[in-house]
């Protein structure tokens, strides 16, 4: 049973923008906080963002300013707004809620 799918993934332009989404099951959603990761190749994952059940937001020091977390609990999917992309925010964003772990969705940022 699948509990956590990424979405919104692709090529995108130097200074451009993506949307990502994490579709999560209703037990998961309503009860836990939403995080995201990335793995870049070569490296280890990392932490993005973290949105709590109630709306409260943890950012990591390199995306601050540029990416926005946010969730909507009538459809239980969380959201990662990625604005001003610089090639190296290309990497596999990862969503997680209650440690289950989506399957990841390609970011390339790349002119």
């Known amino acids: 049973q699948v509990q956590v799918v990424e979405s919104g993934g692709g090529l995108v332009q130097p200074g451009g923008s993506l949307r990502l989404s994490c579709a999560a099951s209703?037990?998961?959603?309503?009860?836990?906080?939403m995080g995201w990761y990335r793995q870049a190749p070569g490296k280890q994952r990392e932490f993005v963002a973290s949105?709590?059940?109630?709306?409260?937001?943890k950012y990591a020091d390199f995306v601050k300013g540029r990416f926005t977390v946010s969730r909507d609990n009538n459809q239980t999917t969380a959201y990662l707004q990625m604005n001003s992309l610089k090639p190296e925010d290309t990497a596999v964003y990862y969503c997680?809620?209650?440690?289950?772990w989506g399957q990841g969705t390609q970011v390339t940022v790349s002119s």
């Open positions: 209703a037990r998961i959603f309503r009860f836990f906080t």
């Open positions: 997680v809620g209650a440690q289950f």
């Open positions: 949105i709590t059940t109630d709306g409260i937001t």
